[in-house]
């Protein structure tokens, strides 16, 4: 690309001579920004009536340009801290683990403490997670907080332990078995973070926004809450989106005091308001016992009537309710507490509130036509299945083949007609936008694929909604000018399905074509990133 866009005042842009992805014109290949808006969508013979009168013209050689993708679920911070700190899900067996952590506290001489994330002994050979007295001795004693992929469980050490009194008499802690889970697990976290200080925050805020930008990301949806990070945390991130340059961010605090959340400065009650816990960590509530811990259901954290009450209260004062589920109990009690408060307010006023179930991962026939009914909006990290479906995956390991196979069913969740938003859950998994779409379109299970122009809209328009905003995540005239450019090979239109063509190049069609993502073929790069007309990314020496 021959010119840069500014990050200062908005200027009027033309960007010609690429492939604009648009459903106003499925050939454009220029677009007009204005005022941080899509002014235009056209031809590039149309373009040169512009040329004359624009601030600025981009030579986009050939690239794509896409509305910027929406990642519907994010813990920012932390985020930030698996970016620029101790990444363990790399590591191969718990021996690469150990070595990364006793590297890791030798380069850190003066933290307080330190953070790391990302084990998951399920893809380990030991098929355990470093005890505590091996943490002791790798860290020279001191505190580390060490989360589990799923982060619903961590391993520290004996000195962060003794920094949270009555710990010990906590639920979720088992002396002698690793991790923690559930109320002392909160308690070490609240207590971790509480020794990083601002500045370490802000760091690693700003860090998962640029990395969010370099890949093509525009909008983060915070899923922050009391049991996640803390106030401090939330308003924090919220201000420095407000300040610097950078994807917006829309703040969910995930807590039943509603007039918190709002005096926060959150959009919803919501996000990871948790219904019940992980498959991962063996807390995520089912209707039947895991197959490998008989015997045991997981555990709920909320029960139908708690949940009625929350979208009630949210439902009056004007703010989403969101709730996260992911085994069949959870997903089942929040579709009963959704529907008891349809009942008392009516259904037409509970839909129009567009309430979310964050990873709604075990559903059956039945809670998908509830979703469909109740306006809930499925907001889904299909990475999941990628990293832990199939027949030898984790998902299959906690419930055996058959019942792993129903998990994450978007094309149901499609033909019913339920919202999809699409994100990452980061740090449990990357921040990988076309990743994400890759994986909902390759699904392991064939039967819950999409195809790559559906899953496309999940991660951009669809993240958009899920926010109530019906004009944005996607290219036309009058919409948010939040776009991203980039370098790819040739578009085609992919289908789900073997039974049909895959793909298609033929320009009748009208479908505005998008990168192929056939397993094995390389990823789109971005060259630059957009949000309201500022350009808030651009890859060097391009």
């Known amino acids: 690309m021959t010119e840069s866009l500014s990050a200062g005042e908005h200027r009027t842009v033309l960007l010609r001579g690429g492939e604009v992805h648009s459903p106003a014109d499925p050939f454009a290949t220029a677009m007009v920004v204005e005022h941080g808006h899509v002014a235009w969508v056209g031809s590039e013979g149309a373009a040169d009536a512009f040329a004359s009168g624009v601030d600025e013209v981009v030579d986009l050689e050939g690239a794509l340009v896409t509305p910027a993708f929406v990642d519907a679920h994010v813990h920012t911070t932390a985020t930030g801290f698996a970016l620029t700190g101790l990444d363990l899900s790399s590591a191969r067996s718990l021996a690469e683990a150990a070595e990364a952590i006793r590297a890791h ?12 994330h990302g084990w998951d002994a399920s893809r380990w050979p030991e098929r355990r997670p470093p005890s505590r007295a091996e943490l002791d001795e790798l860290t020279g004693g001191r505190p580390l907080y060490l989360t589990r992929i799923d982060v619903h469980s961590a391993v520290v050490t004996t000195a962060l332990l003794d920094l949270v009194p009555g710990v010990r008499d906590m639920d979720g802690f088992h002396e002698g078995r690793e991790p923690l ?4 697990h909160h308690a070490v976290r609240a207590a971790a973070f509480a020794a990083v200080s601002p500045r370490q925050r802000a760091q690693a805020q700003r860090a998962a926004r640029a990395h969010a930008a370099s890949l093509g990301i525009g909008t983060l949806h915070e899923c922050g809450g009391p049991h996640i990070s803390s106030e401090e945390d939330f308003t924090g991130l919220m201000d420095l989106a407000r300040g610097e340059p950078g994807p917006r961010v829309v703040g969910y605090w995930a807590d039943l005091d509603v007039e918190r959340a709002r005096a926060l400065g959150a959009l919803g009650a919501a996000g990871d308001l948790f219904a019940d816990g992980s498959l991962g960590s063996h807390t995520a509530c089912l209707h ?6 008989a015997g045991h259901t997981g ?13 009630v209260a949210c439902t009056e004062a004007g703010l989403q309710a969101g709730f996260h589920a992911i085994g069949d109990a959870a997903v089942s009690a929040v579709v009963e507490g959704v529907r008891a408060a349809s009942e008392k307010l009516g ?17 059956t026939p039945e809670t998908i036509a509830a979703f469909a009914e109740l306006g809930l909006t499925a907001s889904v ?33 499609l033909r019913a007609g339920v919202p ?20 909902a379109a390759f699904h392991r299970t064939p039967e819950h694929r999409i195809s790559v122009r559906a ?3 999940a991660h951009t328009r669809g993240g958009w909604r899920a926010v109530g905003r019906d004009d944005a995540g996607v290219l036309v005239p009058g919409a948010p000018a939040d776009y991203a450019v980039w370098r790819t090979g040739e578009l085609v239109v992919q289908a789900p399905d073997d039974r049909v063509a895959r793909w298609s190049t033929d320009p009748r069609s009208g479908t505005p074509g998008l990168p192929d993502l056939t397993p094995g073929r390389e990823l789109p790069v971005c060259l630059r990133t957009v949000v309201h007309g500022q350009t808030v990314f651009d890859r060097p020496n391009e």
């Open 105 to 116: 506290a030798a380069a850190r001489p003066e933290d307080r403490i330190l953070l790391g």
């Open 347 to 363: 259904l037409a006023r509970v839909r129009a509130a567009r309430h979310r179930v964050e990873h709604a991962e075990m559903l």
């Open 181 to 184: 889970t559930g109320d002392a």
């Open 455 to 457: 899953a496309f809209t």
């Open 299 to 311: 555990v709920a954290h909320l029960d139908a009537a708690t949940v009625a009450a929350h979208v």
């Open 288 to 293: 039947e016992s895991y197959a490998d811990r």
């Open 381 to 413: 990290q299909p990475a999941f299945d990628a990293f832990w479906g199939g027949d030898e995956g984790m998902y299959a390991d906690r419930l055996g083949v058959e019942r792993a196979r129903t998990l994450n069913p978007y094309a149901a969740l």
């Open 420 to 439: 999809l938003a699409f994100g990452s859950d980061g740090p449990v998994t990357p921040l990988d936008p076309w990743g994400t779409v890759r994986a």
